[in-house]
T-cell receptor
Framework: AQTVTQSQPEMSVQEAETVTLSCTYD???????LFWYKQPPSRQMILVIR??????QNATENRFSVNFQKAAKSFSLKISDSQLGDAAMYFC????????????????FGKGTKLSVIP | NAGVTQTPKFQVLKTGQSMTLQCAQD?????MSWYRQDPGMGLRLIHY???????DQGEVPNGYNVSRSTTEDFPLRLLSAAPSQTSVYFC?????????????FGQGTRLTVV
């Protein structure tokens, strides 16, 4: 079974600074997707960024970028120029990429990292 | 465009009571699922469905029932609520069979069992 580990329960960053959230995962599969979701106090789950395992290039979305190390099974999220609105719980998640049955669509989540942004 | 709608948003139940959490989507997504979120535990899959008439168990199915009679609706039933079911519940949908597509989440239901 796949597992996702976020080793930092809480982190803080000064406004306008850069912060990196860590995520490691364990899988025997070679083809999969990784995601970072943001959950603000409103509880809404918002997709921040996704990475396809077969792509070596790290995904970027504006101020958000990832450092994907497939061999090390590591998938960290970097937030540049942190803003007050970035304060939220962040979840790393994994999903198989090939449709090998209905169960392959399950998202496996880490336990989350609560990010605080200090003005 | 409503997307994924969960009702109610908040609910307090007494131990032993039953209730149904509703999930409705208007995106014609085949895949629908229920997760529960507990502090320090992330989100865990309860049940899922790949289409009308087809459901299956996820990681934590005990104490919950589901059915899928239409593409749009995927209700989650608690037959006899227990304090251990106090949690925030999320419904999520996705297009099949593309695995790289985004999962869409409802706003969540905060359930407290006393």
């Amino acid at each position: 079974a796949q597992t996702v580990t976020q080793s930092q329960p809480e982190m803080s960053v000064q406004e306008a600074e850069t912060v990196t959230l860590s995520c490691t995962y364990d899988t025997s599969e070679s083809d999969y997707y990784l995601f970072w979701y943001k959950q603000p106090p409103s509880r809404q789950m918002i997709l921040v960024i996704r990475q396809e395992a077969y792509k070596q290039q790290n995904a970027t979305e504006n101020r958000f970028s990832v450092n994907f190390q497939k061999a090390a099974k590591s998938f960290s999220l970097k937030i540049s120029d942190s803003q007050l609105g970035d304060a939220a719980m962040y979840f790393c998640a994994y999903r198989l990429s090939s449709y090998s049955g209905a169960g392959s669509y399950q998202l496996t989540f880490g336990k989350g990292t609560k990010l605080s942004v200090i003005p | 465009n409503a997307g994924v709608t969960q009702t109610p948003k908040f609910q307090v139940l007494k131990t032993g009571q039953s209730m149904t959490l509703q999930c409705a989507q208007d995106m014609n997504h085949e895949y629908m699922s229920w997760y529960r979120q507990d502090p320090g535990m992330g989100l865990r899959l309860i049940h899922y469905s790949v289409g009308a008439g087809i459901t299956d168990q996820g990681e934590v199915p005990n104490g919950y029932n589901v059915s899928r009679s239409t593409t749009e609706d995927f209700p989650l039933r608690l037959l006899s609520a227990a304090p251990s079911q106090t949690s925030v519940y999320f419904c999520a949908t996705q297009v099949l069979p593309q695995a790289n597509t985004e999962a869409f989440f409802g706003q969540g239901t905060r359930l407290t069992v006393v």
